[in-house]
């Protein structure tokens, strides 16, 4: 039981550590002093909405969802004979479900967006709105939608090794590095990525699929540390070239110097805290609603 769950959270690692990636600058988390108590004024709080429509949220939930479904179709594959049943499909599409998925999203970002010093709003929605950020968060929406297909991320991480393999200076990769780099991309992708397998591990724990104490949950998921980084690292760079592909290398520096603005990181962060803590919520369900199935198919 134990060598299957470490199978599936390795082949699902990648995914689940990309979570906030489309039309969203990815994870990146600078940090944010916090303000006051009843800082988020009800003009702030609309515009955080205004923004979030702007990134064009309600689509990219729906390709989670559907990636969300995907995952956990797999996991049953992988940990119950003869793979979900009814049950556990339609558990599955409660779990996620678009319309409470960013439900969530809009709640804790607006309440992360507050907290952050001196955030502004405004210049975020202005880019976002202008006809170069519309274009950049459709090409970005485009490619998470793309790479739902097996065969389009097989492809996108084929053409990255191409890159590292190759010799010489290339000016796009180089713009990519330098956008994950501003964003400190890779680790903070990996950090969300073990707490939702974490999350999941406990619901396998606490729905009694598993016997395991927190410690040791704690220390397994851990030991898949350089395995989650590998992949994600990966998924990051292939998703973000496929991305940017329609871009020329002017308008990302641009966009990594949003990146690096007080606004785009008080953004980022509360995206993270919005996704993050969102993930670990469908990580958990997906663990209770496997251990409540293996129950009732032993029954």
């Known amino acids: 039981m134990l060598a299957a769950f470490l ?14 990636v489309a039309g969203l600058l990815y994870l990146s988390v600078l940090g944010a002093q916090a303000a006051p108590a009843g800082a988020q004024t009800a003009d702030g709080a609309a515009a955080a909405q205004r923004l979030l429509d702007a990134l064009r949220l309600s689509e990219l939930v729906a390709v989670m969802a ?17 793979g979900a049943g009814a049950h556990l499909a339609a558990r599955l ?17 607006a309440e992360a967006f507050a907290q952050a010093d001196r955030a502004d709003a405004g210049p975020l929605i202005a880019f976002f709105t202008s006809a170069e950020g519309r274009e950049i968060v459709a090409l970005e929406l485009a490619a998470r939608r793309a790479f739902l297909d097996p065969e389009v991320q097989a492809s996108a991480r084929a053409r990255y090794r191409a890159l590292l393999a190759g010799t010489g200076d290339d000016a796009r990769l180089d713009a990519a590095r330098a956008h ?36 040791a949950a704690i220390a ?17 760079m292939s998703y973000l070239l496929l991305a940017q592909d329609g871009l ?30 969102m993930y670990v ?15 009732a198919r032993d029954l």
């Open 281 to 295: 919520d469908l990580s958990h369900a997906m663990g209770r609603a496997l251990a409540a199935e293996m129950a």
């Open 93 to 109: 599409a409660r779990i996620y479900d678009p319309g409470r998925m960013e439900q969530s999203v809009r709640a804790r970002f």
């Open 248 to 277: 020329s290398v002017a308008q990302i520096e641009q966009y990594t110097a949003l990146l690096r603005s007080r606004a785009g990181r008080a953004m980022n962060s509360a995206l993270f805290t919005a996704f993050g803590e």
């Open 66 to 82: 559907e990636e969300g479904l995907s995952h956990g179709r797999q996991m049953a594959a992988d940990m119950l004979r003869g």
């Open 7 to 20: 199978q599936v959270v390795r082949r699902l690692a990648s995914r689940v550590g990309s979570m906030a």
């Open 220 to 236: 397994q998921v851990g030991a898949d540390a350089d395995v989650v980084r590998d992949s994600t690292a990966e998924w990051v």
């Open 180 to 215: 994950v780099a501003a964003g400190d991309l890779i680790d903070r992708n990996v950090a969300a990525a073990l707490n939702a397998n974490l999350a999941f591990t406990l619901g396998l724990i606490e729905g009694g699929a598993l016997e395991m104490s927190r410690e």
